[in-house]
Structures are given as C-alpha cells and as structure tokens.
T-cell receptor, first 117, second 108 residues
Framework: NAGVMQNPRHLVRRRGQEARLRCSPMKGHSHVYWYRQLPEEGLKFMVYLQKENIIDESGMPKERFSAEFPKEGPSILRIQQVVRGDSAAYFC???????????????FGPGTRLTVL | QKEVEQNSGPLSVPEGAIASLNCTYSDRGSQSFFWYRQYSGKSPELIMSIYSNGDKEDGRFTAQLNKASQYVSLLIRDSQPSDSATYLCATTGNQFYFGTGTSLTVIP
C-alpha cells in the first residue's frame, strides 16, 4: 500500500513562472490537505479538499494560489507568477473519509521543495 | 491566540533520560490529538494519536491527555540521539491545527 506521493520532489522556477505541485493520496483516502513550511518555521495550513470539492481554503493566499482535486488524478497546487517569497517546502497529507466522524489522522507525503530564483 | 501552543525549545536531554514535551490547545471542541516527529528536511511522521483522557503508551512513548486543562504531552523514555527532531502537536476540531513544534536534542 503506497503512501502519499508527491512530485516533483524539487522544483526550481524563475520569478514570474508557474509552479504546479502534485499529490496522490494514499489508497482509500479521499481527503487531501496542503501545507507550506518555510525554513525553521512550523507547518502552515493552506487548503483542505475532497474530490471535486474545496472544503476549507482559509489558509490560501488570496492571489496567485489555487488548488484542485479532480475526480480522476492527483490533487494539484498551482502557484502563478511565483515570487522569491514562495520558496518553501510544500507538504501534502491525506486522510480517510469517516462518515459523521471528526477529521482524523493525516499521513504526509515527502514534500516538494520549491526554489524561486 | 494560537489554536495550538508549544514551547519552541530547544529542549536538550542526555541520552537515556526522559524527554517531556508539552502542548496546550484552545478549542474545547477538539476531539483527536496527535504527535508527529519531523527530522530536518523531512516530512512529519505520525508517532501517536490519543482520543480520551489519560495515558496511552506505545513502546518508549507515552501520550497524556487532559481535556479539562486542554493539555496534551508526550514523554519519551530512554531518549536516544535518534530521537533528536522537532515534535509537532496537532489537534482536530473543525479542521486540523498544528503547533509550531518543539526542537529536541538528545545528547550522547
């Protein structure tokens, strides 16, 4: 049973380019979460998605950032017109669906290290 | 007020000692509590989950939960240098909240 997969593991972009980060949840998991972590800082929640539905995007910057989790394929975090301040590690996590239950354990992928030149 | 508060450390303990990591949370509706370990440059790794008041033991790790005091802790017995990492506390209510983590160094 493969874990959470993220690709690419390292991504280098020049200012103004677009960055696309992909996340495939664990088998059987229907919830995906994206986090950003700056060097020497904690995890910052960005967005919580189920398939074809954004549940909570309260942590997403209002501009340039978007996320989707289509019916088929991985979840994608898209950053348009990247700036140097976007350089960070972006982690994806997934959890199973629990009917009527609380949000449950999240399992993390290896992360994508984004460097903006 | 942050949803989850942790002492950032660094916390240093000698090898073989007990390391005690603490966490407080503000949402009384929180139902599930988790401890993650994160090595430098790596992703968070789940250590333990705890859902009810009291202690839960797993090997050298013991999680303690006190919902009345809104407090959760992690004890690491017989600390090893390989335990040196940042430990993240997390709780769930309507969403998942992480603390900023406590850096632990185990000195050989």
């Amino acid at each position: 049973n493969a874990g959470v997969m993220q690709n690419p593991r390292h991504l280098v972009r020049r200012r103004g380019q677009e960055a696309r980060l992909r996340c495939s949840p664990m088998k059987g998991h229907s919830h995906v979460y994206w986090y950003r972590q700056l060097p020497e800082e904690g995890l910052k929640f960005m967005v919580y998605l189920q398939k074809e539905n954004i549940i909570d995007e309260s942590g997403m910057p209002k501009e340039r950032f978007s996320a989707e989790f289509p019916k088929e394929g991985p979840s994608i975090l898209r950053i348009q017109q990247v700036v140097r301040g976007d350089s960070a590690a972006y982690f994806c996590a997934s959890s199973p669906y629990i009917t009527g239950g609380p949000v449950d354990t999240q399992y993390f992928g290896p992360g994508t290290r984004l460097t903006v030149l | 007020q942050k949803e989850v508060e942790q002492n950032s450390g660094p916390l240093s303990v000698p090898e073989g000692a007990i390391a005690s990591l603490n966490c407080t949370y503000s949402d009384r509706g929180s139902q599930s509590f988790f401890w993650y370990r994160q090595y430098s440059g790596k992703s968070p790794e789940l250590i333990m989950s705890i859902y009810s008041n009291g202690d839960k033991e797993d090997g050298r790790f013991t999680a303690q939960l006190n919902k009345a005091s809104q407090y959760v802790s992690l004890l690491i017995r017989d600390s090893q240098p390989s335990d040196s990492a940042t430990y993240l506390c997390a709780t769930t209510g309507n969403q998942f909240y992480f603390g900023t983590g406590t850096s632990l160094t185990v000195i050989p």
